[in-house]
């Protein structure tokens, strides 16, 4: 399943570390612009980033062709960052779950997702096929619902926002 998440979006539930910001653009869940507009969010912040990081937020708009390079760059200019994929299993949840009106099987589309994301266990619990979970889509949704609420939390606390 491909989606791009638009920086709006994620702005609006965390800040991007620079791992995560490598990993969703070579996920593929980024377009170029809003790799910057992400570095850009992150320096307006006032986070410390490495120099790739900083030029990717001061690069123009007839400049975006070198994003893949500077991300590549800034890929190599990191620490160890701990599993900087648990981010976009909750952006990709979140993203799904806000837009699943646009889908006829959004539970379907979840299980997509679960399976690209090589079955993160915690999406076991609103997963249809689960054993030993209640049937019923209400409560699938509900327990999705749930789990983006708790997680937008962690992450809001992560960044020290309200």
């Not at 790739?52 to 123009?60: D, K, S």
């Not at 400049?63 to 620490?79: H, K, N, S, T, Y």
């Not at 539970?107 to 399976?115: F, K, P, R, W």
Request: aromatic share 8%; charged share 25%.
């Amino acid at each position: 399943m491909h989606v791009s998440i638009r920086a709006a979006f994620i702005n609006d539930r965390v800040m991007l570390r620079p791992g995560e910001l490598v990993d969703g653009y070579r996920r593929g869940w980024l377009r170029d612009a809003d790799v910057v507009a992400l570095a850009l969010a992150a320096s307006s912040a006032g986070a410390a980033l490495p120099p790739a990081a900083e030029e990717l937020a001061l690069l123009l708009a007839t400049d975006l062709e070198r994003v893949g390079d500077l991300v590549e760059q800034l890929a190599g200019q990191l620490p160890g960052e701990p599993d900087p994929g648990a981010v976009w299993t909750f952006l990709a949840l979140a993203w799904l779950y806000e837009h699943r009106d646009r889908y006829t099987e959004p539970l379907a589309v979840l299980e997509l997702l679960y399976d690209d994301l090589d079955h993160p266990p915690e999406m076991d619990p609103f997963i249809r096929f689960m054993p030993g979970k209640p049937v019923g889509d209400a409560g699938l949704l509900r327990r999705w619902a749930e789990h983006c609420a708790a997680e937008g939390e962690r992450y809001r606390h992560r960044d020290g926002r309200q």
